[in-house]
């Protein structure tokens, strides 16, 4: 049997005729950047994460850079943010001359509240934390230390459409949330795209201007902005799909589940918490004998992940800050024993039980 890490056509599948008819329409009415279609999706994912707006942009990168410049950091400036991120978190605060503060992580992957006062100084001007994996951070926690140090948060919402606190959707806790809607999130276009969420009517009207050259109307440009737009068709592609979000995620919940029963006695799998919704945007188990078991699986046509084996402030990009191995015992850890399984919504059982069956088989023989 084949398991492919992902398989992208067949939601597409599901959706074919809807997709080709929106593709059409706009075609023939020629409406392609900046139209009704992005306004409706804007509305649609603002009410979906229950917030005051949300703004189409080119890409989750672009939505962590917009969302930075929006709260006026400066060169001087450091941002605290876990080590185990993508590297967009990083470089998007690199990029805009300011300095990436990385601390460490806890068990269930994202960022540690208890270590991030230790890491605030004169210069700090916001906490970056990261929904990995598709699970929420401590966001209550996070909050009310950046409201004591009087600081902004942006939360790093990619991996984490749909997933709550209670009832409160990720993305709609910070002063903005960042969302990615590659092809491989759980919310995905048919290329690049990217989403801001926010309640704060002034970094909206700031951040609808940096999308599109710091416009304010065609001919005045108030402040230098960038052209990062979420497409029509892409906003339009994004807005058939959210209708089916809620069951898809509820589709990688149910298989996280299974994969946990099934392996938790075995292998080290992510723990469940109360009162939080995960979407699993990654399926993350950590073994010791991980690079061998990813052999192994691969060997019997399981194509699986590891997100990532190289911390942030162990990149070369990183190397003039100054970090070493060591500095994030936690990070450092996982790294090394972290490996993602298929998870999608169209995965079938029986692949789910064809994956459990060859880990089980791998922890007897080895
Ligand atoms: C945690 C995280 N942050 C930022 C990004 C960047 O998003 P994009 O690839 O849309 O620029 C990604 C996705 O790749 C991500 O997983």
């Known amino acids: 049997m084949k398991v492919p890490f992902v398989n992208l056509g067949l939601q ?66 450091e941002v605290i943010m876990p080590g185990n991120s993508f ?5 998007t605060v690199a990029n805009l001359g300011a300095k990436p503060v990385f601390i460490d992580v ?35 926690q996070i909050n009310d230390i950046a409201k004591k140090h009087n600081l902004h948060v942006v939360e790093d919402a990619a991996q ?9 959707k990720s993305g709609s806790f910070g002063i903005t949330g960042c969302f990615s809607l590659h092809p491989l999130k759980n919310l995905h276009v048919h290329g690049d795209g990217g989403v801001i969420t926010t309640n704060d009517d002034k970094i909206y009207n700031i951040v609808k201007k940096l999308r599109n050259h710091g416009l304010k109307n065609r001919d005045t440009s108030e402040l230098w902005g ?7 068709i892409q906003a339009a592609i994004a807005r058939i799909k959210l209708p089916y979000l809620d069951g898809w995620n509820k589709k990688f919940i149910e298989i996280a ?15 469940e918490e109360k009162n939080k919704i995960s979407i699993y945007h990654r399926y993350m188990i950590q073994h010791p004998n991980r690079d061998k078991l990813k052999k192994f699986l691969q060997e019997n046509g399981i194509e699986t992940k590891i997100n990532y084996p190289i911390p942030l402030h162990l990149q070369q990009a990183a190397s003039s800050l100054g970090y070493k191995i060591g500095d994030l015992p936690n990070v450092e850890k996982q790294s090394k024993l972290i490996l993602s399984l298929p998870i999608y919504a169209e995965l079938e059982y029986n692949q789910i039980h064809y994956i459990i069956e060859k880990i089980k088989k791998f922890n007897q023989v080895f």
């Open 160 to 168: 984490s459409v749909g997933a709550s606190i209670g009832l409160q």
């Open 87 to 91: 590297i967009a978190t990083a470089w």
């Open 257 to 271: 589940n299974i994969y946990s029963n099934e392996l938790k006695n075995i292998v080290e799998v992510p723990k």
């Open 12 to 77: 597409y599948q599901a959706i074919r005729n809807q997709i080709i008819d929106k593709f059409d329409e706009l075609s023939k009415k020629g409406e392609y950047i900046l139209g009704e279609e992005l306004e409706n999706f804007e509305k649609d994912f603002s009410k979906y994460c229950g917030t005051k707006f949300a703004i189409g942009v080119g890409n989750g990168s672009d939505a962590l850079t917009l969302s930075l410049r929006a709260i006026e950091l400066e060169k001087q400036n």
């Open 106 to 140: 806890l068990e269930d992957f994202n960022i540690d509240p208890s270590l991030i006062e230790q890491a605030v100084t004169k210069n700090t001007k916001a906490i970056i934390p990261v929904h990995w994996t598709g699970r929420m951070a401590n966001m209550l």
């Open 226 to 232: 960038y052209n990062s737009r979420l497409d029509n």
